[in-house]
């Protein structure tokens, strides 16, 4: 810089109070300097102007004729006021507020903002600490200062047992998702009169309300009602939600309510007593004789031991003592079998056939037997827990303690489900594109006949929205299914046979077309799909999942 020259020389700022705008004007002085924007902009922010907007294009022209000695008067900054807007939500349960910060003109005041409020119709569900914190901070970018009232839907009835104890021809599912493993205990029975269960009715629900007080229904809860058919049970004359037991027999929770099972009991079962074949529940209190059938459309616990003879129950077996079959005996042994709808509970099992639709739990030993569940398998509780030869085949688990012997005896296990499930999967993800595709359509002519009232007959709308609701339901059952499918292969993927303490040579492993055979002897350890395909990890690297259920 020449001496006696100086930045700023000739220019002066003045704020008109009638426009709120900055007036800049350059008279020319032969002893200026030249200057930029930035140092344009420090220059307003020390005259205590810097918080007004700049307008680029005036600063241009004053830099450019100041820059070259020529007089000008510009408006080169100007006040503007915060600015307010009220956006309400597409549901009309939302009030979002945007505040333009203030540039030196007036900033957002509560009043000006409860205004603008007014101004779109909202007057009630304001939140005044909220708006009071925004004002605070002079901006706000979508911030909910308004809430209008959401609908409570009602809550759908439902059947309180009032018998906490007793059993359910469902999986057996603890509170945590886990697959409960506990001896199933005594049959519980009830006598006439005797309370069973209760209904309670759905609720209405409290309609909701919109900022701009349209009303919202509420959704009734849906009602749950006792089903037509359950034996051994009737309905308390004071009170018709309340069912009551007609008989004495074993309580079962079924689909709809509960059941009560006639209770047959027996000290043992053979040629004295001959052969069971009962409409309920058995129990014998000591041993089923070789060559026997108990048939047992509900459970049947068996106090003793069982020999060599059938069983076949609807609902779950519990065999307190053990299990023995006919598999590799001469003369017709394998005819005799153990078949449950449920859980097979027992001590201990040898050469038998056994198959359950939910899971096997065996406490001691299964030794040359042919086991087959659609949950799991688990030998070995407070017991040695091995399985030593025969066959197993579960959908998400078999576990023992020890599998298969040091003298290599020949052990097979299958674990995982059909790929059929894979076809199925995607036939149901078809028949509800189908079914969202038509319900597209419907609400499509709903849309129109709202927009355009009169244009479509009464009738017509009623039909289509009877349609759209019978449709929507069929939806959401499909995708129900849907969901316990995937969860079915999920659980397949993860299926796995885990030696909780040795694995022994002579053990092989299926999965779909996959085998494994183990070589030597293991630890503990799983065998299960890894990144090479089926095969042996340690236990910790398995992370066995025996918390499905299918």
């Not at 503007?80 to 349960?93: E, N, T």
């Not at 042994?333 to 359950?356: D, L, M, P």
């Amino acid at each position: 810089m020449e001496p006696g020259q100086q930045q700023g020389a000739g220019l002066t700022f003045q704020l008109d109070p009638e426009t709120r705008a900055l007036i800049a004007t350059v008279t020319p002085d032969a002893a200026s300097q030249p200057i930029n924007e930035s140092w344009l902009k420090e220059h307003l922010a020390e005259q205590g102007y810097g918080a007004l907007r700049y307008l680029p294009a005036a600063g241009t022209v004053l830099l450019s004729k100041y820059n070259i000695g020529a007089a000008v008067v510009v408006r080169l900054a100007e006040c503007v006021d915060a600015s307010i807007q009220i956006a309400i939500a597409p549901d009309g349960l939302a009030a979002l507020l945007h505040v333009q910060p203030a540039q030196g003109g007036s900033p957002v005041t509560q009043e000006a903002v409860l205004a603008v409020l007014a101004e779109n119709g909202i007057g009630e569900g304001i939140l005044p600490d909220v708006i009071a914190a925004a004002v605070e901070s002079g901006s706000a970018e979508g911030i909910v200062v308004a809430r209008g009232r959401e609908p409570i839907h009602g809550s759908d009835g439902w059947l309180e047992s009032l018998l906490p104890e007793a059993r359910s021809r469902a999986p057996k599912v603890d509170e945590s998702g886990h697959t409960d493993f506990r001896d199933l205990g005594e049959i519980l029975v009830v006598h006439p009169g005797d309370r069973l269960m209760l209904r309670h009715p759905p609720t209405e629900g409290t309609h909701g309300m919109t900022l701009l007080g349209e009303t919202i229904p509420a959704r009734p809860g849906k009602d749950v009602m006792y089903s037509a058919n359950l034996p051994g049970t009737s309905f308390d004359p004071g009170n018709p939600n309340l069912l009551l037991s007609a008989i004495a027999g074993q309580p079962v929770i079924v689909r709809g309510g509960m059941m009560v099972e006639p209770l047959f009991t027996v000290d043992e079962v053979g040629t004295a007593s001959g052969n069971i074949d009962f409409d309920g529940s058995v129990v014998i209190r000591g041993e089923v004789g070789a060559g026997m059938t108990v048939k047992a459309s509900g459970d049947i616990e068996v106090g003793g031991l069982v020999e060599m003879a059938t069983l076949e129950a609807g609902g779950s077996i519990v065999i307190k003592g053990g299990a023995m079959g006919g598999l590799g005996h001469k003369g017709g042994g394998e005819q005799h079998h153990i078949r449950c709808g449920g859980c097979f509970n027992a001590a201990y099992v040898q050469q038998a056939s056994i198959k359950a639709g939910d899971s096997i739990f065996i406490d001691d030993m299964a030794m040359q037997c042919e086991l087959s569940a659609i949950n799991h398998i688990r030998v070995g509780n407070k017991r040695r827990g091995h399985i030593i030869g025969g066959s197993a085949q579960a959908t998400v688990s078999i576990t023992a303690k020890v599998i298969g012997s040091p003298n290599r005896v020949r052990t097979q296990f299958e674990i995982g489900v059909n790929p059929l499930m894979h076809k199925q999967l995607l036939d149901m993800a078809k028949d509800r594109d189908a079914k969202e595709n038509q319900l597209l359509e419907i609400s499509k002519l709903l849309d129109f006949a709202r927009k355009n009232p009169g244009k479509v007959r009464p009738e017509m709308i009623d039909k289509a929205r009877a349609t759209a609701a019978e449709v929507s339901s069929g939806i959401a059952a499909l995708r129900e299914e849907q969901e316990l499918l995937t969860k079915k292969i999920e659980l397949s993927q993860q299926s796995r046979v885990v030696a909780e303490q040795a694995i022994h040579e002579g053990v092989e492993v299926r999965m779909g077309n996959q085998r494994y055979r183990v070589v030597g002897e293991h630890g503990p350890c799983a065998i299960g799909l890894g990144k090479g395909g089926l095969g042996l990890m340690q236990l910790d690297d398995a992370k066995p999942d025996h918390s499905g259920t299918i």
